[in-house]
Structure formats: structure tokens, C-alpha cells
T-cell receptor, first 113, second 109 residues
Framework: DSGVTQTPKHLITATGQRVTLRCSPRSGDLSVYWYQQSLDQGLQFLIQYYNGEERAKGNILERFSAQQFPDLHSELNLSSLELGDSALYFC????????????FGPGTRLTVL | AQRVTQPEKLLSVFKGAPVELKCNYSYSGSPELFWYVQYSRQRLQLLLRHISRESIKGFTADLNKGETSFHLKKPFAQEEDSAMYYCALYSGNTGKLIFGQGTTLQVKP
């Protein structure tokens, strides 16, 4: 499968903990985007990386950080987790910077207990 | 402020009935608008974009700048249209896609 992949599929953890979500973009895509989907907030843009550099920032909390590595995969780190961080986290990729056509991964469902 | 509003969380229609999924936006500048769709157990994917004025799977959407709307329409709904639909606004300046809350379309047999 040459599409966007995300690991893990599910993650259950406790408040105060730290987790790392991983995303591998489509082959050849240079941009990676992270989104948070929750029942009450819908799909919220968190952050974008393009070829290793941060390009755009959305409603990303200070407790959250991300990076894109030389092989273009990206990781989203969530720390000091709170109950409200429970959500579906999507990664998307696109070939270009500032591209409206996103190719989404299957998501990681995070549950904070 | 840049915002996309989808007023209906759930829209339920019978097969063969017309469908209109509402989307309103707020954007200072020339908007680029899109509809994304997520079928059950599938990934979120681009359905159509206003600039191409195309019809995909029988769906069309017209940008109405006066009413700041981009409603998605289909004259005759099919059961396979059941899915979650997101309206999205692309901000070229920031490279962000701003999504609405999403509307679940349920087409009953």
C-alpha cells in the first residue's frame, strides 16, 4: 500500500502520560499535515510540515509537538495527556506545499483514561 | 475569521430523494472550496472542488459568493451515498484546509 500509513491504530493511555503517533506519507509526497477529530470540535488542523520544515500551525496545544524526519515520515508527540485529548488523530500528505488535495491516513484513535 | 459551517450534523433521506448538504463559509478574499467524503471504513478523500465545476458521483456544488455558500447537491440519493461529508475551505496564504464540522448523510432504502 503506497498510501498514507499511521501507527498505531489505537492507543489507550492514562492522564499525564506521553505518547507518540507516527505517520508515513504517500511515496513522493513532501507535505505532512496533522489533524485532530473530536465529536464536539470536528476536524481541526494542528500543524503542517513540508520537506522537514514546519510550514503552518493551527490549533496545536503547547503540550503537543511534531516533527518531520529526513525520510519524510512524521511524528506527533502528545504529552501531559488530559481526558480531553481523547480523539482521532489523522495524518494527511500532499505532494506540494500549500496544496488543497490532501491524502488522508486511516487515523490513530487515542483514548485517555 | 476563516470559518466553515455545516449546520446539520445528520441528514436522513430516502433513496431517490434529492439531497442538499449545506455549507457556509467566512473568508476575506477569493475562496477555494472543496467537499471531502468519508465512507464507512474508508479514508477521508476529496470528492470535488468548486473551481473544476465538475460532477462526481452525481454530486455538484456551486459557489455562491453572495450567500457565502457552497452547498452539495444530488438530485436522486443512492444508498451508497451514505457517508460523512466535510466542506473545506483552503487558505492559500497559510496553506491550511479549514474543515466544517461534517454532516452525516444517511440514505434509507
Amino acid at each position: 500500500d503506497s498510501g498514507v500509513t499511521q501507527t498505531p491504530k489505537h492507543l489507550i493511555t492514562a492522564t499525564g502520560q506521553r505518547v507518540t503517533l507516527r505517520c508515513s506519507p504517500r511515496s513522493g509526497d513532501l507535505s505532512v499535515y496533522w489533524y485532530q477529530q473530536s465529536l464536539d470540535q470536528g476536524l481541526q488542523f494542528l500543524i503542517q510540515y513540508y520537506n522537514g520544515e514546519e510550514r503552518a500551525k493551527g490549533n496545536i496545544l503547547e503540550r503537543f509537538s511534531a516533527q518531520q524526519f529526513p525520510d519524510l515520515h512524521s511524528e506527533l508527540n502528545l504529552s501531559s495527556l488530559e481526558l480531553g485529548d481523547s480523539a482521532l488523530y489523522f495524518c494527511a500528505s500532499s505532494f506540494r506545499d500549500r496544496d488543497y488535495e490532501h491524502f488522508f491516513g486511516p487515523g490513530t484513535r487515542l483514548t485517555v483514561l | 475569521a476563516q470559518r466553515v459551517t455545516q449546520p446539520e450534523k445528520l441528514l436522513s433521506v430516502f433513496k431517490g430523494a434529492p439531497v442538499e448538504l449545506k455549507c457556509n463559509y467566512s473568508y476575506s478574499g477569493s475562496p477555494e472550496l472543496f467537499w471531502y467524503v468519508q465512507y464507512s471504513r474508508q479514508r477521508l478523500q476529496l470528492l470535488l472542488r468548486h473551481i473544476s465545476r465538475e460532477s462526481i458521483k452525481g454530486f455538484t456544488a456551486d459557489l455562491n459568493k453572495g450567500e457565502t455558500s457552497f452547498h452539495l447537491k444530488k438530485p436522486f440519493a443512492q444508498e451508497e451515498d451514505s457517508a460523512m461529508y466535510y466542506c473545506a475551505l483552503y487558505s492559500g496564504n497559510t496553506g491550511k484546509l479549514i474543515f466544517g464540522q461534517g454532516t452525516t448523510l444517511q440514505v434509507k432504502p
